[in-house]
């Protein structure tokens, strides 16, 4: 009786029982082999072992194919290699001959199968909010186990200037930019080829304002604290995602923007949405 042994979820091991058993006539006497699927430097390899772990065969499955495609040509490679083992049983072999010893000692057995899995991802966004449009660009990092998709993340955000009309002052305006850094939890799901990502974080950082057209010109720093939730929607293309994606940000306090001699003041937006594109690189640790 055949057992399927697997460590990845695509192709799905269940799925892979389901198709495979179909296959295999009723009439055959099947070894006490084991079939175990796995990841092995980012490819996901199927082996017919025997229970000594001695490999019987092993192929790498197309990453580029859908988990169910995966399942079906898994099956058939298992089907057909129980198939050859058959024929040699039925010219009155009872089981393939053992290799050598210097055979059995000079096959390594494939590295254990990747604990983590990493996302690197980045690219260029449009800030919207008041002050009109900007520019801004994100970097972020993300670890997963390597079977789930929940992680943890981290992310680096810079908002380019935006400019608004000091109301006090004629002909008078005040500039503000903002780098943020964010740490919270990261979510990828997919399906065949298409991903969806997560991120939720709380986040701090600096926001620099400046004024322009005043008697005397300032400027000032502070420290800004908020929450961020960023949603993307992306194709993969073996370990690369192009994505497109949607950051809504919040800030926890007022900014207020005074000018020295002139009355009134301004205040600096609580809320802001990036939207952009960019790529995210898939590795395993």
């Not at 192009?242 to 809504?248: E, I, Q, S």
């Not at 005074?258 to 898939?282: H, I, K, M, N």
């Amino acid at each position: 009786m055949l057992e399927v042994h697997s460590t990845v979820t695509c192709p799905a091991r269940a799925d892979v029982a389901a198709r495979l058993e179909p296959l295999l006539p009723r009439q055959w006497a099947l070894p006490a082999d084991v079939v175990e699927i796995g990841a092995v430097e980012g490819q996901t390899t199927v082996r017919l072992v025997r229970q000594d772990g001695t490999t019987i065969a092993q192929r790498v499955l197309p990453a580029d194919e859908p988990c169910a495609a995966q399942a079906q040509i898994a099956a058939v490679m298992i089907a057909t290699w129980e198939g050859r083992l058959q024929a040699q049983r039925s010219d009155g072999a009872l089981a393939l001959p053992e290799p050598p010893a210097a055979l059995v000692v000079a096959t390594p057995r494939p590295p254990p199968a990747p604990r983590w899995r990493g996302e690197l991802g980045g690219g260029p966004l449009a800030a919207l909010g008041q002050g009109g449009l900007g520019i801004a660009a994100s970097l972020d990092a993300a670890v997963f186990a390597a079977t789930s998709s929940w992680g943890v993340g981290i992310a680096l955000v810079g908002i380019g200037d935006h400019q608004a009309p000091f109301g006090g002052q004629p002909g008078a305006t005040y500039t503000w930019r903002r780098l943020e850094l964010g740490l919270g939890t990261a979510l990828t799901l997919r399906a065949a080829r298409w991903s969806f990502a997560f991120r939720g974080a709380a986040v701090g950082g600096l926001v620099d304002v400046r004024g322009s057209g005043f008697a005397v010109n300032q400027g000032t720093t502070s420290v800004d604290l908020g929450v961020s939730a960023t949603f993307r929607l992306g194709y993969r293309v073996g370990a690369v995602t192009p994505w497109v994606g949607l950051t809504a940000m919040a800030w926890a306090r007022d900014q207020v923007v005074r000018a020295a001699f002139v009355d009134g003041q301004e205040s600096l937006p609580r809320y802001e949405a990036l939207a952009g594109v960019g790529v995210t690189w898939e590795a395993f640790l």
